[in-house]
């Protein structure tokens, strides 16, 4: 484990180095459209990735690529970590985000956020607000655009109760568009609020593509067991890899135990 904790402590440090990399090399894109922006943002995904299999051996593996439509789209994805934030923007040519206002005010980083004319949304903010944030989504998408989101609203630790909230079913019912169910296992690699990254093979996995139009409570319960039954069998498939290489099958949150918090 010494090892990995100083892979892990290498990954780390590079990797908010390049990400003032790439923050930097990005300034000319403000006065570029919105375009050149998200291209900055999907060259540091793929630099991110690529830094973790070369320091920590953890690869990724896409699964089900040829399920991605074109145009407007909801992405509603498992969130077990920071990793799959960045990770799956490459698929998407006009991909939109639902923030938390509070990354608005980084210097720099907010500042790309608002060209990028992401969505911040102030979680603390009543019904009404949510509201209204449901509903400029919902215009966004159809004009084009595809949102990732993540329906739980927060990273949950691997072995945590799913808990999907009503929010993505309001989306749905506005945009009036197709959703693209998407389950990973990025936090047996990844954990969320923790240090350590873990060797392995992180899973990705595109699933068939829910129609526009349903119910929407019948939409959401349906997308829940969707992403949770495939997640669940990602996460099996994760430990087993897991166990040939620790020798043993790790609990769901034994690194979130053993490892020194991160604020990411």
């Known amino acids: 484990m010494t090892s990995i904790f100083l892979r892990s402590l290498v990954y780390n440090v590079l990797f908010y180095i390049m990400l003032v990399f790439w923050v930097l090399v990005g300034l000319p894109t403000f006065l570029m459209p919105r375009a050149a922006i998200v291209n900055i943002a999907k060259w540091w995904g793929r630099s991110s990735i690529w830094l973790l299999r070369v320091v920590c051996n953890t690869k990724v593996e896409f699964r089900g690529t040829d399920k991605i439509p074109q145009g407007p789209l909801i992405v509603a994805a498992k969130h077990q970590s920071m990793w799959e934030t960045f990770a799956l923007l490459q698929f998407f040519d006009q991909p939109l985000y639902i923030l938390k206002r509070e990354l608005m005010w980084i210097p720099v980083f907010g500042w790309y956020l608002k060209k990028a004319d992401m969505i911040d949304v ?6 009404r607000t949510l509201v209204n944030m449901a509903r400029r989504a919902g215009e966004e998408v159809r004009r084009g655009r595809q949102l990732i989101i993540f329906p739980e609203g927060t990273r949950r630790a691997v072995g945590a109760p799913p808990h999907y909230k009503t929010g ?33 093979t992180i899973l990705v996995e595109f699933l068939d593509v829910i129609p526009a139009g349903m119910d929407r409570r019948e939409f959401v319960t349906l997308l829940g067991n969707m992403i949770e039954n495939a997640s669940n069998r990602l996460i099996e498939e994760g430990q087993r890899e897991q166990a040939e290489l620790f020798g043993r099958v790790p609990t769901p949150l034994a690194y979130a135990e053993k490892a020194p918090a991160d604020p990411a």
């Open 168 to 200: 993505i079913g309001q989306i749905y019912a506005d945009s009036k568009v197709p959703c693209l169910p998407v389950a990973l296992n990025s936090g047996l690699f990844w954990p969320r609020r923790n240090f350590m990254r873990y060797p392995g």
């Open 122 to 127: 102030n979680r603390g903010a009543g019904s």
